[in-house]
Structure formats: C-alpha cells, structure tokens
C-alpha cells in the first residue's frame, strides 16, 4: 500500500528505483523465469491463442473467433466424443475421491494409532505402487486380469468369489470402473501419506481432553480430527481433480489411444491426444488439439478456482 | 489416546497386512514369474522359481530384441540433469524471492506459483511445434527444457519455505565482513539447504523417470526413448511372449524397487514434511 502512495507523490524516485534494479536479483531470478517462461507459460498462452484459430487443407491458418469451441461442442463428429471423455472424466474423478480418497483415510486412521508396531514397514509398502510408472502399473493389472493367465480368477476362487469374474478390462459395461480402480490402487499412497502427517500434527492433549470428558473412539474420530484434517483432505481433493482431468499415461498403456471399447474408457487426456494426432482415418489437428487443451484447461482452472474460493477459504487452519 | 485393548490390535495389523498383501502381491508376481519358463507361469503362477522352473530366457529376449541399457542411460540422464537444474535454478530463485524485498517480487512470486496448479502437458501443442522450430525433436534435451520448466514452480516454494528458516545472523555478518552476495548464496546458503533436496527430489524426479507422455510426443525414436516407452513399445511389439513382457516388466520396476527401498526413509519423511506445511 506505502508503494502506491509513494508511486503517486514522487514519480521521478519510481524511476530512479527501477534503473537501480539491484543486478545480483537479476541474475539469481532470470535463469528460473527465462526456462519457465519460455517452456510454460508461453505454451499454455500460444495453445490458447491457436483454439482461435483454424487451419485448411494447404496448412494455412486464419483467426476464426470462437468457432473452433462451436464445433467442438455442437458438431456431431464432434461433440460425442468430448461429452463422452467429460462423462467418462467424471465418473474417473468420483471413484478416485470416494474409493481412493476414502481408503487413504481409513489407511492414514490405522498407521497414526499410538504406538503402532511396524508403521514404517506399513508405510514404506504401501507407498511402493505410487513410485512405479503408471505405465508399468498398467500392464501389471493387464496382465493380472488376463483370462488367459487367470491368476485374479484363481484368487477369487479361493475366497469364494470366483463366480464374479470376468474379462473386466474388455467389456464395455466394466472397462472404465476397472481402468479407474487400478489407478485407485497406485495413487491411494497420496491421500494416506498428506492425512497420515495432518493426523499425526493433532497434539494428543486435544484427543486426551476428548477422551477424559468422555468421548469414544468413534466421536474423537468425527468430532475432533475430521475438522481437524479438513484443510488437508481439501488439498488431497484439488491434488486428485488436476491429476484426473490430465490423466493419459494409464489408459494409453492399457487401452491404447483408441480408449476401447468402444471409447468406453475414453477421458480427456486420451481424447486431446487422438485430436492432436490423429487415429486410423482421421488426421490430426493442431488447432483442434489446442482447442481440447483449452478445454481442458477452462475446466482445471474452475476446480481450482472453486477450491480456492468455495472451500479452501471457509476452512480455519489450526496451528498449534 | 487411550490404547486399544488387545483384540483391536490384532484386528488393526490383520486389516493393514491384508491390504499390503494387496498392494505389493501384484508387483510380486511379476517379479516371481519373470525368472520362470513358459510353461510354469501358466500352471503355477503363485510358486516361486525352482530349479526346474528357472530360466532367464525372458531377459535375453529384452537385450536381443530393444535396445534396454539405451534406454536405461536416457532416462537417467534426462533424470539426472532435470533434477539438478531444478535444484539449482529453483534455490536461485527462492532466495532472490524469500532474502530480497524488490519490487514486483510478490507478482514473480505468483507467477511462478501458476505451474503448480495448470499443468504443463495442455501446452503440448505449441511446446511440439516449438521444438520442431528449434530442431530439437528426438532430442534429450527437449525433455529436461520441458521437465525443468515442469518442476521448478514445486522447487521454488519447497526451497523457499527452507531458506526461511535458516537463521539471518549467517548471511548479515558475511555481509558485515564484505562477502558478494553470490558467495552468501554458493557457500553459504546451498550448503545448508542439503535437507530440501531429498524433498524437491520426492515431487520431481518420479513423475520425471515414469512419464510416458513428453517422451512420447517429443523424443519417440532414435534410440532416444526413455525406459517408460521403451517398455511400452517393446510389449506392444511383443504382447504374446509372456516370458519377454515379464523380464521386461522386472528390469523397468527394479531400478526403482532398489532405489526406493535405500531410500525410502528419506522419501516419506520429505512427503510428510511437504504435507505438514
């Protein structure tokens, strides 16, 4: 604020301030802003700027406002496919926020109780699938599944269930709830180890205090740490939105880019990266593929958005 | 808190086993099978190799058919130089931010903050076509350009929060005594942020070593593949020999297995660190 005030009373000192830029400030920043800049922002800024664009036959573009977002939307070769990846993006964002976010909560519960014998061995393994590629995981479960090998079938047996098994990765009614679970069962490292830190954070005189005027297990649970790690399962929240709607890697490796079948494992990342290219008939579009970014880009930017302004702002941190 | 009463413990470490029985089993059947021939990974897949079983036929099909150790050598270099740009450039400029009040340091502050949330892959686009332009297509470079401007914005507010701490009477007397601030910073600074590396490098060198998308949309061929798509092309090739998929499978997650089990100590306790912030 003194900045302001000053700016607008002595105008010749605001000038004499920046020709003195300290040089040494430069030097330290320019590395970090010159990569970043050139490597980052100006990409996302240039992709932008070509979805307003479109190209013909002899490679020539032109400006053509917002008709590329038109057709994306409207045009029946077009629109199928995104409402289908968004569709299919949402139900992948649900079952990770439920099933992911839920298991890692219940992990991060277990691994905080007082004294627990061999946490860090806990710990160490059942963060060891988040480490490996996705890539790699992919065609783990790939092959897990394979009827072929019939190992999952063989285990389901052995606990009774061998009934329900089926070609999951390969039937159109299966194939997304599948794909979804086996990132569910990388990434639940994540959520567990952020909310395993924010619980072991609560000092124990607040559970003591809890206990003492008579609090069970139960009520501590709902009534004092759940309020307590809510900022954390926020971060856990918007950390597992970004990672969602820029998933590619584990559908590519398992489904390839065609997202079969039948597109019944189609998300955004896959559907931008068939746009950008191309597949079988179709050839790729630079300025449809920035389009899709752009998309995908708008719809990022208002889950951070609602994050930071519709639930980060409402929770209290606690520090104590 | 109160301690559960015993049946509760065992019921508490019954649940946790079970569930690390299955987030490590699959990754262990992979690696048992690896070392199998054919014919055992079919009729039992669930016992480890013997003396009759063992082959290692599906690791010499690996070294025979794709260029593995290439791969290998690419990935640790794009790895390798990514992360000790990031840390370098990135502490350069969380001290110009967190030690020096200047104008417009809270806006380059933001700025740089923008990477942490919008990810760099929706830029893919004009980031392909720029490196058509610069001639660096199957290049490892286009891959730590891409990668160090990926990982910085994370760097700079992890390293900031360090350097923070750190107690000002060092630099002020160093400077009482005439010390340029590029020695404050190189002796003096960089030394004592040894600790936020293992940090930095939890957040940036995995999603660098396992990425599939930049290498395949920049460096797909020429022998400059990294050990991610190396592995997806070479099953996609060869899906039906179950003994190369295997052994390929084994040498793209044991490198990791070996680092992270050395390693893991530091790697959780930088994640809850990061997380406690």
Redesign the interface.
Known sequence: MSDITALGVQPAERVFARSRFPLHIAVFLAPALVIYTVFSIYPLVDTIRLSFYSGDETGARHFSGLSNFYTLLTDPAWSGHFWNALKNNLIFFSIHMVVQNGIGLGLAMLLSLPRLTGGSVYRTLLFLPTMLSVVIIGFIWQLMLNPLWGIAEKILDAVGLGSFFGPWLGQESTALITVSLISVWQFVGIPMMLIYAALLNIPDDLLDAATVDGAGPFSVFWFVRLPLILPTLGVVSILTFVANFNAFDLIYAVKGALAGPNFSTDILGTFFYRTFFGYQLQVGSPTMGATVATAMLIIILIGVLIYLFGVQRRLQRHTF | ????ARPGRIA??I??IL??I???G??A??LINAFKTRRA??SD??GFPDARTFTTIGFDQVFAKSDFGLYFVNSLTVTVISLGLIIL??A??A???TE?R??GNTI?AL??A??I???????????L??MVDLNLVNTLTALI??Y???G??LA?LILGEFIQQIPKDLRDAARCDGV???RI?GSIILPLITPAIATVAVFTM?PI?????FP??LAPGDGKQT??LG??QF?GQYVTD?NA??AS?TL??AP??VL??FF??Y??RG???G??K
């Open positions: 808190m109160r301690p559960l508490v470490h649940a946790l569930y690390t299955l987030a490590v699959p990754i059947l992979i990974i079919f897949p669930l450039i990135g350069m400029a001290w110009a931010l020096y200047f104008r380059i700025y740089m923008i990477g949330m919008v990810p760099i892959r929706l830029g893919s686009v004009s980031i076509r720029m350009l891409v160090v401007a990926q910085l914005p700079i340029s601030e590029y910073f995995v070593w396992n990425d599939l998308w395949l949309i050990v991610t592995v997806q099953i179950w998929v295997l499978l793209a997650i990791i297995l992270y089990l893991s100590r790697l959780v994640l809850t660190a997380a406690v």
